[in-house]
């Protein structure tokens, strides 16, 4: 087992910015990868960035890449995702993510956080 716990989810105006955070407890993490996946309602979960353990190599979805930036505290065993320009559809349920391997695939990954809300609305 490797809990995560995200936080910093929110309700925020269009154009604004907000600033996730993934904390994981337990053994300090070597290798492998952490993400930021989102879901929708009514639609399926799909991936938004991730960031390799320890190069820190990162990988975006085209829908974020400008707006949005992982980065990782290795120290802390802590996952950041920045979210600037903010858009309606970018509204979801924002859940991070461990898996030993590097990538995009939803299926890489085998631990999930719970999940944090952001809501973008006017």
């Known amino acids: 087992q490797v809990p995560l716990v995200e936080s910093g989810g929110g309700e925020v105006q269009p154009g604004g910015s907000l600033r996730l955070s993934c904390a994981a407890s337990g053994r300090t993490f070597v290798s492998g990868a952490m993400a930021w996946f989102r879901q929708a309602p009514e639609k399926g979960r799909e991936f938004v960035a991730a960031?390799?353990?320890?190069?820190?190599?990162?990988l975006y979805a085209d829908s974020v890449k400008g707006r949005f930036t992982i980065s990782r505290d290795n120290a802390k065993n802590t996952m950041y995702l920045q979210m600037n320009s903010l858009k309606s559809d970018d509204t979801a349920l924002y859940y991070c993510?461990?898996?030993?391997?590097?990538?995009?695939?939803?299926?890489?990954?085998?631990?999930w956080g719970q999940g944090t809300q952001v809501t973008v609305s006017s």
């Open positions: 960031i390799s353990w320890p190069e820190g190599r990162t």
């Open positions: 993510a461990k898996s030993d391997q590097f990538g995009a695939r939803l299926s890489q990954y085998g631990y």
